[in-house]
T-cell receptor, first 114, second 110 residues
Framework: SAVISQKPSRDICQRGTSLTIQCQVDSQVTMMFWYRQQPGQSLTLIATANQGSEATYESGFVIDKFPISRPNLTFSTLTVSNMSPEDSSIYLC???????????FGAGTRLSVL | DAKTTQPPSMDCAEGRAANLPCNHSTISGNEYVYWYRQIHSQGPQYIIHGLKNNETNEMASLIITEDRKSSTLILPHATLRDTAVYYCIVRGAGSYQLTFGKGTKLSVIP
């Protein structure tokens, strides 16, 4: 299994600002994922982040709005840029350890934009 | 990846078995069935997955029909802590993505 820690757990931000969310995994993993969960909705994949390559974004999500870093095999960040109230969501980090067919999730970052 | 259909909500009495159905009639031969749950305000928690055979672990059992078009997640003795949204997801062997639907909101009642 993998234990995933996210920081911050929650934040309240002003529109127009940016927030960087950190995700730390307790073991080396090849694949990491970032999801968004809007209020009352299910999870939507934002992007897949592999170490050593550019993140792959899903339809509807762009790098300028959600830049991602993946500097090593245990860490990733997601930045929510130029925030608006529509960005108020829970952002979740996920990782898939090598050799396993299971994705594990962090507890999420609850973001409110005023 | 195949789509799944789940009832939006279910109730279960505490201590009884909770049987959560999932329909995945368009599943193909190399696609796995995964179950996750999300307890309020937490990240999704992996429960179990399978390809063809029934599977059991310390949390639950997964029963997959012979034609693989549907499955049932069984929580043998539901407790109040099992109240959550349960997601049935079909994922191809060559795919790394999990596509979450709306899931089933299970309420365990004292």
């Amino acid at each position: 299994s993998a234990v995933i820690s996210q920081k911050p757990s929650r934040d309240i931000c002003q529109r127009g600002t940016s927030l960087t969310i950190q995700c730390q995994v307790d073991s080396q993993v090849t694949m990491m994922f970032w999801y968004r969960q809007q209020p009352g909705q299910s999870l939507t994949l934002i992007a897949t982040a592999n170490q050593g390559s550019e993140a792959t974004y899903e339809s509807g999500f762009v790098i300028d709005k959600f830049p991602i870093s993946r500097p090593n095999l245990t860490f990733s960040t997601l930045t929510v840029s130029n925030m608006s109230p529509e960005d108020s969501s829970i952002y979740l980090c996920s990782a898939r350890p090598g050799g396993q067919n299971i994705q594990y999730f962090g507890a999420g970052t609850r973001l409110s934009v005023l | 990846d195949a789509k799944t259909t789940q009832p939006p909500s279910m109730d279960c009495a505490e201590g009884r078995a909770a049987n959560l159905p999932c329909n995945h009639s368009t599943i193909s031969g190399n696609e796995y069935v995964y179950w996750y749950r999300q307890i309020h305000s937490q990240g999704p928690q992996y429960i179990i997955h399978g390809l063809k055979n029934n599977e059991t672990n310390e949390m639950a059992s997964l029963i997959i029909t012979e034609d693989r078009k549907s499955s049932t997640l069984i929580l043998p003795h539901a407790t109040l802590r099992d109240t959550a949204v349960y997601y049935c997801i079909v994922r191809g062997a060559g795919s790394y993505q999990l596509t979450f639907g709306k899931g089933t909101k299970l309420s365990v009642i004292p």
